[in-house]
């Protein structure tokens, strides 16, 4: 905890769909249902309570760690959205784009984005399932050397 400093959440939420080359899989518009990532999760005042949950935890984070607790450098962020780029692929969506974002400048808290089309066409979920399951195991035999 930072003594006799008092820190305030940074984010701040546009509770409104983003643009196509922001982030077009999440969504706050309706208070009752919240789009995250492409997952929605509906329920009474679910967007405002998340919002506020998130709120908290971002803050007492700030709170405990300081700035630093955020900070990604570009290099790890590249390194995460590439993931997103492989898997994706590997799972049968066309990506569009990926991008790198800086939270502000110098702040060496970078991020980013992937966009992709939708599920692909006449892809089942078992397909997805199994897609995914063989991508796994390459990955731990190429990082961990076992399948």
Known sequence: MHAGKLMTCPIRFR???????????SDYTDPNTITLSGVVMKGE???????????EIVTDTLEEHGPSAFKMPK????????????VGHSLGYRIKKSRLIEYSSGSDI???????????VGSSIAE???ALAALMSETRRCVWGYL
Do not use: M
């Open 128 to 130: 997805t399932l199994r």
């Open 110 to 120: 970078w991020g980013g984005v992937t966009n992709h089309d939708q599920e692909p």
């Open 15 to 25: 509770c409104g769909h983003s643009s196509a080359s922001d982030s077009p899989t």
């Open 45 to 55: 005042g679910i967007r405002d309570a998340f919002l506020q949950r998130f709120r």
């Open 75 to 86: 290099i790890a962020a590249a390194a995460h959205e590439s993931g997103h780029v492989v």
